[in-house]
T-cell receptor, first 110, second 115 residues
Framework: GQNIDQPTEMTATEGAIVQINCTYQ??????LFWYQQHAGEAPTFLSY????GLEEKGRFSSFLSRSKGYSYLLLKELQMKDSASYLC???????????FGTGTRLQVFP | DTAVSQTPKYLVTQMGNDKSIKCEQN?????MYWYKQDSKKFLKIMFS???????INETVPNRFSPKSPDKAHLNLHINSLELGDSAVYFC??????????????FGEGSRLTVL
């Protein structure tokens, strides 16, 4: 079976750091992806991990531990425009489809 | 220039009607997808085509029929619409297979409301 869990909602303050966790159980693993989706808009690609460790991309970093079935997205120096839903997605083996989690809605307050 | 464009953006219709959503991408990608996002924001794959060939067909009622006339276009036709079909339908594309297949470029979405 396939299961991806993320917290439903999180809040944080402008300028702070926030970590959004994602745990997954899938039939085989071939990469984990994070997407950002602002309200009423399309999801946009943020990051990709296939090996264990941290991938850094400006203010955003994503971490993966395959043995624990765990990833997190780290957002630093939060800005108001970071208020959005963050979707964790896993690609199982031998398929090109992505299985998405239900997303974490992040609200950034001044 | 919009990379992945879909029409219409909004669609309000009665139960039992038939409707279509069109999608076009100008990124030169080989693979196109239809995803459905329900009211709880859960994004679920429906179909995928690679170079006009159907490669993913999830458990979707056969009232939904995708068609890909060429690799730049993927349309979705829905027959006998039901209330539960109300959702946002996203078209997406990706370049080839492997890692690149996970980097999806989404259209703006088509919000379908069935009354």
């Amino acid at each position: 079976g396939q299961n991806i869990d993320q917290p439903t909602e999180m809040t944080a303050t402008e300028g702070a750091i926030v970590q959004i966790n994602c745990t997954y159980q899938t039939s085989g693993f071939n990469g984990l992806f994070w997407y950002q989706q602002h309200a009423g808009e399309a999801p946009t690609f943020l990051s990709y991990n296939v090996l264990d460790g941290l991938e850094e991309k400006g203010r955003f970093s994503s971490f993966l531990s395959r043995s624990k079935g765990y990833s997190y997205l780290l957002l630093k120096e939060l800005q108001m425009k970071d208020s959005a839903s963050y979707l964790c997605a896993v690609r199982p083996l031998r398929t090109d489809k992505l299985i998405f989690g239900t997303g974490t809605r992040l609200q950034v307050f001044p | 220039d919009t990379a992945v464009s879909q029409t219409p953006k909004y669609l309000v219709t009665q139960m039992g009607n038939d409707k279509s959503i069109k999608c076009e991408q100008n990124l030169g990608h080989d693979t196109m997808y239809w995803y459905k996002q329900d009211s709880k924001k859960f994004l679920k794959i429906m179909f995928s085509y690679n170079n006009k060939e159907l490669i993913i067909n999830e458990t979707v009622p056969n009232r939904f029929s995708p068609k890909s006339p060429d690799k730049a276009h993927l349309n979705l036709h829905i027959n006998s619409l039901e209330l539960g079909d109300s959702a946002v339908y996203f078209c997406a594309s990706s370049q080839g297979r492997g890692r690149a297949s996970g980097e999806l470029f989404f259209g703006e979405g088509s919000r379908l409301t069935v009354l």
